[in-house]
């Protein structure tokens, strides 16, 4: 149980355009998503919070604007590239937390999505 | 300011050696503390938790860690690694800004196994 997909798990893309990034909870509601970047060989940096049905909380220093999270459900969030730049290149990783788990804080973790932007 | 600290970048070790990945976090209470492992190109699974109780804790893959507060660390264990465990290793603690609280990654060690 507790299963996070992503999609695409690839996916590259020309300055400029914008890209979707999806984020699916499969056997457990999510109240709350999570989106993290991840730099080669850094660790995971969180971007921002989303709970279902209102606005994702943004860390300091990223752009509301370029990353858009929508949590319409309590199965999916996604998060959207705005303009992408080769900057924006790097690693997505979206974690969620179980609203029926007794665990506290325990997030599960969706295998990521490797952003190329060229 | 509250934060977690991973000392080593990166450590080899031969398999079927013992192993200690090390985590140190500065936080005023007792925290929540995970271990995470990430393959290459591949999302995190957690090792193991800890929450309250048995400082000593059980994990998959063989794997343990010890919760002692003395020392503010969290160390992770595995008496005989196997050359699959190569692989990055995090250490995790939610942290508390106040209005929210937040899973908080140190920088990870990379775990090389020769053989």
């Known amino acids: 149980g507790a299963v996070v997909s992503q999609h695409p798990s690839r996916v590259i893309c020309k300055s400029g355009t914008s890209v979707k990034i999806e984020c699916r909870s499969l056997?457990?509601?999510?109240?709350?998503m999570f989106w993290y970047r991840q730099f080669p060989k850094q660790s995971l940096m969180l971007m921002a919070t989303?709970?279902?049905?209102?606005?994702?909380?943004?860390e300091q220093g990223v752009e509301k604007d370029k990353f858009l999270i929508n949590h319409a459900s309590l199965t999916l969030s996604t998060l959207t590239v705005t303009s992408a730049h080769p900057e924006d290149s790097s690693f997505y990783i979206c974690?969620?937390?179980?609203?029926?788990?007794?665990?506290?804080?325990?997030?599960?973790f969706g295998p990521g999505t490797r952003l190329t932007v060229t | 300011a509250q934060s977690v600290t991973q000392p080593d970048i990166h450590i080899t070790v031969s398999e079927g050696a013992s192993l200690e990945l090390r985590c140190n976090y500065s936080?005023?209470?007792?925290?929540?503390l995970f271990w995470y492992v990430q393959s290459p190109g591949q999302g995190l699974q957690l090792l193991l938790k800890?929450?309250?109780?048995?400082?000593l804790v059980q994990g998959i893959k063989g794997f343990e860690a010890e919760f002692k507060r003395s020392q503010s660390s969290f160390n992770l264990r595995k008496p005989s690694v196997h050359w699959s465990d190569a692989a990055e290793y995090f250490c995790?603690?939610?942290?508390?800004?106040?209005?929210?609280?937040?899973?908080?990654f140190g920088t990870g060690t990379r775990l090389q196994v020769t053989l």
């Open positions: 936080y005023g209470a007792t925290p929540y």
């Open positions: 800890y929450f309250s109780g048995d400082t």
């Open positions: 974690s969620a937390r179980d609203r029926a788990s007794g665990a506290p804080y325990e997030q599960y």
């Open positions: 989303s709970n279902e049905g209102s606005k994702a909380t943004y």
């Open positions: 056997d457990f509601q999510a109240t709350t």
């Open positions: 995790a603690v939610v942290l508390y800004t106040g209005t929210a609280s937040k899973l908080t």
